[in-house]
C-alpha cells in the first residue's frame, strides 16, 4: 500500500509543480475547461474548505504538525488493518494528506486548483491530494457498513 500513497503524492505534487511554474497558473488562468469547470489557483491556508485559515508562521507549522501526526496514526493503522479495503483506503488518505502536507511546508499554504460551479453555485476549490483523501474516506465508510466480523452494520 506504500506504493499507492507514493503514486498519488507523485501525481498530485506534479501536478501542482507544472500549473504553479510550468504553466504558470497565477498569470495565465484561470482556464476554463467546461461551462462549470476551471482550473484556478488559490493558495488556501486552512484545512478542508478553508476552514481555520492561519496566516501566522505558527499556525502554519501546527497545521503542518497535526498533518505530521496524524498521518503517522493512520500510517500505524494501515500496518495493523487486515482489510485489503481499508488499507487501500488508508493507503488514499496518506498519500493526499502527504501531499497537501508538502505544500504547507513548501508554501505556508496547500495549492488547489480545481473549480466547480454552475450558475452563481460555487463549489469549493480543491487538489487531488483532496480528491485521495476524499476516495479513501468514502473506502472507510463503505467498510464501516459492509457486514463482517467487525461491522458496524451489525
Not at 500500500?1 to 495565465?28: C, E, H, P, T
Not at 498519500?95 to 469549493?124: K, P
Request: aromatic share 12%; with cysteine; net charge neutral.
Amino acid at each position: 500500500m506504500l506504493l499507492i500513497a507514493l503514486v498519488g503524492v507523485v501525481i498530485d505534487q506534479g501536478s501542482k509543480l507544472w500549473l504553479v511554474y510550468g504553466f504558470d497558473l497565477a498569470r495565465n488562468g484561470p482556464v476554463d475547461l467546461l461551462p462549470v469547470l476551471e482550473i484556478v489557483v488559490v493558495w488556501n491556508r486552512g484545512i478542508s474548505y478553508g476552514l481555520f485559515q492561519q496566516n501566522s508562521d505558527l499556525g502554519r507549522w501546527l497545521l503542518a504538525g497535526v498533518t505530521i501526526a496524524v498521518t503517522i496514526g493512520l500510517w500505524v493503522w494501515s500496518a495493523r488493518c487486515q482489510s485489503r479495503l481499508v488499507a487501500l483506503a488508508l493507503a488514499l488518505v496518506i498519500g493526499g494528506a502527504i501531499g497537501n502536507g508538502i505544500d504547507r511546508l513548501t508554501y505556508g499554504a496547500v495549492v488547489d486548483f480545481v473549480h466547480f460551479h454552475v450558475g452563481t453555485f460555487s463549489w469549493y476549490v480543491f487538489n487531488l491530494a483532496d480528491v485521495w483523501i476524499v476516495a479513501g474516506v468514502v473506502g472507510l465508510l463503505y467498510d464501516s457498513f459492509r457486514d463482517g466480523p467487525n461491522s458496524a452494520a451489525k
